[in-house]
């Protein structure tokens, strides 16, 4: 009886989990025809609708952001792009959108020039995905094996100092891939990326509300957060800027 009732739990999981599955398809495709109408108000709807019932994948994170992009709402589109980008670090399309929805936000912050090995070492390697990098790592491993396969049925000299050669250059890269790969997995998790929603932010110098205003952020712009009291959150800029700022005022891209 126990089993029977195992049973059934699963398959009401199994039939729940396919219901829940056929229904943001359903969201989805409905979405995509009222954004291909032109009712991109009611597309965003369908794909918000997907994301409150559980369901994300980058491809609604980007259609919904396209959808905000054309009602000129620049912090939800650049939020769900980046959103996006997030779960496809190295989709080209959703970089060329974020960088459009980027060129609505008033503020211009240039990032500062890196100090520190650390901060340098991040600025190298940094432009690569930690997926990316381990990518790289599989695709050397694999090219050892064709080396040393080669290096094995050569039929001269020649020959097997240039497979062994290339062995020992694939290896280098493959340590140097998994060392990159780990430091910006490591750097990556520190980060608490946020986009500011408020269409004005005030960030002040010290979380309280009557301290002096640091500078003005508008929506959309992209800060990290570093620290949280209470209802405030410090965050800094690109450009090393650093201020309180009320939590209600951004958004914070990892869950």
Excluded: C
């Excluded at 979405?31 to 991109?40: I, L, M, P």
């Excluded at 396969?149 to 062995?167: E, H, N, P, Q, W």
């Excluded at 508008?218 to 209802?231: A, P």
């Amino acid at each position: 009886m126990i089993k029977l009732l195992e049973r059934m739990k699963k398959l009401a999981y199994i039939v729940l989990f396919f219901t829940q599955l056929m229904a943001a398809q359903s969201a989805f495709d409905k979405g995509n025809e009222q954004y291909r109408e032109g009712k991109y108000e009611e597309a965003a709807q369908s794909y918000e609708s997907i994301l409150e019932g559980g369901e994300e994948s980058a491809e609604v994170y980007f259609n919904l952001g396209n959808a905000y992009y054309k009602l000129n709402q620049t912090a939800p589109s650049i939020y769900n792009y980046e959103k996006a980008l997030l779960l496809k670090p190295n989709d080209k399309d959703i970089k060329v959108n974020l960088g459009f929805a980027q060129k609505m936000v008033i503020d211009d912050i240039q990032a500062t020039p890196k100090v520190g090995f650390s901060k340098l070492f991040y600025g190298l390697v940094g432009i690569y995905h930690y997926d990316t990098w381990a990518g790289i790592a599989v695709g050397f491993a694999f090219g050892v094996l064709l080396f040393f396969i080669g290096y094995y049925f050569a039929g001269s000299t020649l020959l097997k100092r240039m497979f062994f050669a290339g062995i020992l250059l694939s290896l280098v890269v493959i340590v140097i891939s998994i060392v990159s790969a780990t430091f910006v997995k490591t750097e990556s998790s520190k980060m608490r990326p946020a986009i500011v929603f408020s269409e004005v932010a005030s960030v002040k110098s010290e979380p309280l509300n009557n301290a002096p205003d640091a500078f003005i952020l508008h929506e959309g712009t992209k800060v990290n957060v570093v620290e949280v009291l209470d209802n405030w959150k410090k965050v800094t800029l690109a450009d090393e800027s650093t201020g309180w700022i009320k939590d209600n005022d951004i958004k914070e891209l990892k869950d």
